[in-house]
């Protein structure tokens, strides 16, 4: 692959006795939509959290557009045009929709003044269809909605270079998740951003990601275009615990995300 925007190099992140991501390498080309997927457990979000800088690899490197993300906190790989968002939906609940993206928009010194910064943040805010709860306090909107917020903070980011998204469209309404994966398509298209998006969701990954990696035991084992990633042997035993056809995650919604209490249920209004 000529000139990825990212590298992860022999990655590696024990805690205590458990080995979370274990000697992780592939690239991202740049403009790449990539699907991650594993069971729970097998290091998806410990990989996003070494690539973002909320954890430090115990071995191993990650390069940005050709520079070493070492040793660098969170706020400069940020600065790097890197974006994020949790698992659990992060967003100033006290905060109106419209003042959650200002802190961002705001943020960014190169946005020269308030009228500027309001008009980019209104734009976000249409692009994700939230523009009808500008003013809502964050507190008051749904799950899928909060998640939606985020999505378009993340968004916001300038530099923005590079999203990675930790299972932005778990228990969320069917129309909110057509709203992300319109938003995140437009973002890629127009703008050439980068996403790794960690993902239970088969039907979507395969709207959003020509290639889908997997993780097992924090292992990176197989990446590939999701239809061959889905029939691999090593897939479907790591999903199922044994070899079997037929039975991997490409059977409705992958197994991993029942365990951990979210039923990944619509619950959500659109
Ligand atoms: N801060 C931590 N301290 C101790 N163990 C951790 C920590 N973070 C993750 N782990 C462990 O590392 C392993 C990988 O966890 P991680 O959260 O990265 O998996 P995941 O693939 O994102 O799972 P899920 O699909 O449930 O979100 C798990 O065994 C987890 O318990
Ligand atoms: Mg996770």
């Not at 592939?26 to 979000?45: F, H, Q, V």
């Not at 909060?146 to 969320?172: H, I, K, N, S, T």
């Not at 039907?203 to 959003?208: A, E, Q, S």
Request: net charge positive; proline share 7%.
């Amino acid at each position: 692959m000529d000139d990825p925007l990212l590298i992860l190099d022999g990655l590696h992140k024990s805690f205590g006795g458990v080995a979370a991501v274990r000697g992780v390498s592939t690239t991202l080309a740049r403009g790449e939509i990539r699907g991650l997927i594993g069971p729970n457990g097998s290091g998806k979000t410990t990989l996003l959290n070494l690539v973002g800088g909320q954890t430090r690899p115990d071995r191993g490197w990650v390069v940005l557009a050709g520079r070493s993300l070492e040793g660098q906190p969170p706020d400069a790989i940020a600065a790097r045009g890197v974006a994020r968002t949790f698992q659990l939906p992060r967003v100033f609940r006290h905060m109106t929709v419209l003042e959650n993206l200002l802190v961002v928009v705001c943020a960014d010194h190169r946005r020269a003044g308030w009228v500027e910064a309001r008009r980019d943040a209104e734009a976000l805010l249409r692009l994700v269809h939230l523009d009808g709860l500008a003013h809502a306090e964050a507190r008051t909107l749904s799950g899928g909605q909060a998640m939606l917020l985020q999505l378009a903070r993340c968004l916001a980011q300038r530099p923005l270079v590079l999203c990675l998204l930790d299972e932005p469209f778990a228990g969320v309404h069917p129309g909110i998740k057509e709203r992300m994966v319109q938003a995140i398509h437009e973002t890629n298209r127009a703008h050439g951003v980068t996403f790794l998006v960690v993902s239970h969701e088969m039907p979507t990954l395969r709207r959003l990601a020509g290639r889908v990696s997997v993780m097992h035991n924090g292992a990176w084992i197989a990446d590939g275009p999701l239809d061959a990633v889905a029939r691999d042997p090593r897939v479907i035993e790591a999903y199922l615990g044994r070899p079997g056809p037929g039975h991997g995650p490409e059977e409705g919604r992958a197994p991993g995300r029942a365990a951990d209490g979210h039923s990944g249920q619509p619950r959500d209004p659109a």
